[in-house]
């Protein structure tokens, strides 16, 4: 093998027939692959949720202030790898090493909210009773319904003695006779509207019945028998979390690929800065286009997730 | 392989370019497009506790801000508006079968009897 073969070409300089350097190429090519592979992962979850029957779709499982605030963490790891990239441009390694601290900080960040996201999921859980209770038998389910007489198939809330992806055969097993669970301030059958207007009524003290569920601490049991099935907010929960921990999880595993790859050239892959600059600057370039691409995932999720 | 003329030829490697007024044009782009995003993070948030009469509508909102925000990473943050032709090209028939993908929840509307009603 001669010399002239062993070098890579296109690393810095342009491909006349396809006008890039193949390292951009390369990224565009893959990130056309992962355009597809989220593409169908979103077109299914956009089907699941036109199926969904009126009524059927949780709303407000989701913490919206937490989402909103990661996705502002993402975008500014997005803003500081772009400058990170431009300070190369000028040549001034330390500025990049400093935007890139903050970046690796922000996609760790972003990581340790999901985190703490997903256990609080994992320790949320929904009970689905054998028969419908109303809320006038119950007063600690006054969130769950608007109506005192309406059926109350379900309730959601914390369940005693459960531990992540406890099910009712592992509380069964372990002697459990009863059932305590002490409900959450409003059931997802409300729509998102009537939750707000009721957190609205909550805060002015005019919801009689709002007020009686804030205030009430209380559990309320039911034996073993009485109830059908409970999950956690985990896949098996249903169609919705299923969902949410498919495209969250694959979305935090490209967070994490991006984490490697920049600490990769951060510590590293650091040494090619001083002995080819330009190919260097094009490898930090190429891997923030795919934590761009990351970036405009999220962009997307949260809507999807968080408020559809 | 047959030899039609010469391969393309190295360039001899040159100093790095740097255009530093280009540069700092680029930033302040970024910069703008930063203010841009944090500002459409804010308006779906604030927009879902104002909501509008239908749910419908605040989830179109919330989906059309997306597509904005998403627009202006791909435009400036992955250099797409001043991006090479031959990724315009990639992305064209990626888009096509993004769109196929996405045509498909059409048929939503045949599936459990009720379903689909947002389709209707």
């Keep these: 093998m001669n010399q002239a073969h062993a070098t890579i070409r296109y690393t810095t300089e342009i491909r006349e027939d396809t006008g890039l ?4 190429l390369g990224m565009w090519l893959f990130l056309a692959s992962e355009v597809m592979l989220f593409g169908a992962l979103f077109s299914a979850y956009v ?9 059927e779709w949780p709303h407000g499982l989701l913490n919206i202030p937490i989402g909103a605030f990661n996705t502002l963490v993402l975008i500014t790891s997005s803003l500081t790898v772009a400058l990170s990239w431009t300070s190369l441009k000028m040549g001034d390694f330390q500025r990049y090493r400093r935007f890139q601290f903050v970046t690796l900080g922000c996609a760790t960040a972003f990581l340790g909210i999901k985190s703490w996201e997903y256990y ?3 320790n949320h859980y929904e009970v689905w009773l054998e028969k419908p209770v109303t809320a006038k038998e119950h007063p600690q389910l006054a969130g769950h319904s608007t109506d005192p007489d309406a059926p109350i198939a379900s309730i959601i809330g ?4 459960a531990r992540p992806f406890t099910t009712l055969a592992s509380l069964e097993e372990a002697g459990a006779t009863t059932v305590t669970i002490h409900p959450d301030k409003f059931h997802y059958r409300l729509s998102a509207r009537q939750q707000a207007e009721r957190r609205k009524a909550e805060r002015s003290g005019e919801a009689e019945t709002a007020r009686i569920a804030a205030e009430s601490h209380e559990g309320v049991s039911f034996d073993v028998s009485q109830i059908d099935r409970l999950s956690a907010f985990v896949p098996r929960h249903g169609t919705f979390f299923a969902n949410y921990f498919t495209l969250t999880g694959l979305h935090a595993l490209h967070v994490i690929g991006g984490i490697l790859a920049f600490a990769f050239l951060l510590w590293p892959g650091a040494r090619m800065w001083r002995d080819d600059p330009e190919r260097y600057t094009n490898r930090v370039e190429v891997t923030g286009l795919f934590w761009h691409f990351i970036d405009l995932v999220w962009i997307f999720l949260f809507p999807i997730l968080y408020l559809l | 392989m047959s030899s039609e ?10 100093a790095p370019t740097v255009d530093l007024h280009h540069v700092q044009l680029e930033q302040r782009r970024f910069l703008t497009v ?8 804010v308006l779906t948030v604030a927009m879902y506790y104002v909501h509008f009469e239908e749910m419908w509508q605040t989830v179109a909102v919330a989906l059309l801000i997306a597509a904005v925000k998403g627009a202006f990473v791909a435009a400036v943050f992955m250099h797409l508006w001043h991006g090479e032709r031959d990724v315009h090209k990639i ?5 096509v079968v993004v769109a196929a993908l996405f045509g498909l929840s059409i048929f939503s509307i045949f599936n459990i009897p009720g379903s689909g009603h947002l389709l209707r």
């Design chain 1, 21 to 24: 350097y193949n390292g951009k």
């Design chain 1, 47 to 55: 089907f699941l949720r036109l199926s969904a029957r009126d009524g």
């Design chain 1, 120 to 122: 609080d999921k994992f």
């Design chain 1, 158 to 161: 914390h369940v005693e003695g």
């Design chain 2, 5 to 14: 003329g010469p391969a393309h030829t190295l360039p001899t490697p040159s």
């Design chain 2, 34 to 41: 930063y203010a841009v995003l944090i500002f459409g993070t």
């Design chain 2, 91 to 95: 992305l064209l028939y990626t888009g």
